[in-house]
């Protein structure tokens, strides 16, 4: 858009720029770079309402704010205690985020594993298919790998061999506009611990509801 007018296809990108450089420090006393750009074949050229539709879901994305909850793992906290949590990123395809921005996931199969090489999945967590999608859609169950700090997982793996101890995850949910994980460090409960959770939950829900019969009363 500056007007300037420069045609030379014989060199490289490289030596465009240093001519450039030369003619607009000579001609307008300019010490600027220079911006190079080379024609799309037609082939490759994108459609440009398709272009401007990924640009504006771009937008859209980089201007969400805030945590949007996908999915829970609610037998996690019911079969286990939990002990540290971690805040974790996921490799994701896009037919993937678009359906879990339908809110379409399940955790209630899904558990966290660490290879060899150190890094750390996601596994079995079921992920639907895109509805909208076409041919290149997802494996609704493919293994998804978890972005976490070297330190993070050396820890989690050294503290998972501990008898009884295992890596769960808790939920997914969105953190302004990107994918998240929350797994934790969790030791398997005993019969006797779930069963002594499950009555703590029952007096819970039961205190809550006599809380609010008590409120009516008094309107």
């Known amino acids: 858009m500056s007007t300037y007018d420069y045609s030379d296809r014989a060199k490289p990108a490289s030596a465009h720029t ?9 001609e307008l ?18 459609d440009f309402d398709e272009m401007e539709t ?8 980089a201007k969400e704010q805030g945590t949007k909850l996908i999915a829970q793992n609610k037998k996690a ?11 974790a990123g996921l490799v994701l395809t896009g037919t993937e985020v678009k359906s879990l921005r339908e809110g379409r996931a399940s955790l209630a199969e899904a ?23 076409t041919w290149n859609n997802h494996a609704p169950k493919r293994k998804r790998k978890l972005l976490l700090h ?8 050294r503290q998972s061999e501990a008898k009884g101890y295992t890596i769960i995850p808790l939920s997914l949910y969105f953190k302004d506009g990107r ?6 460090l969790a030791r398997g409960k005993r019969e006797f611990d ?20 008590a409120n009516k009363r008094m309107r």
């Open 18 to 26: 240093k001519a450039v450089n030369a003619q607009l420090a000579h």
């Open 29 to 46: 006393g300019l010490e600027g770079g220079a911006l190079i750009a080379n024609p799309i074949p037609k082939e490759y050229e994108l």
């Open 54 to 61: 990924v640009i504006n879901r771009a937008l859209s994305m």
């Open 77 to 87: 906290r019911h079969d286990y205690a939990i002990e540290d949590k971690y805040e």
């Open 111 to 133: 558990f966290v594993s660490i290879d060899r090489r150190g890094e750390m999945w996601l596994e079995n967590a079921n992920i639907p298919e895109y509805l909208n999608g």
């Open 150 to 157: 070297e330190r993070e997982i050396i820890k989690l793996s």
């Open 179 to 184: 994918v998240k994980a929350e797994i934790a």
């Open 194 to 213: 779930k069963r002594q959770a499950l009555r703590e939950e029952q007096d819970k829900r039961e205190a809550l509801r006599a809380m609010r019969y």
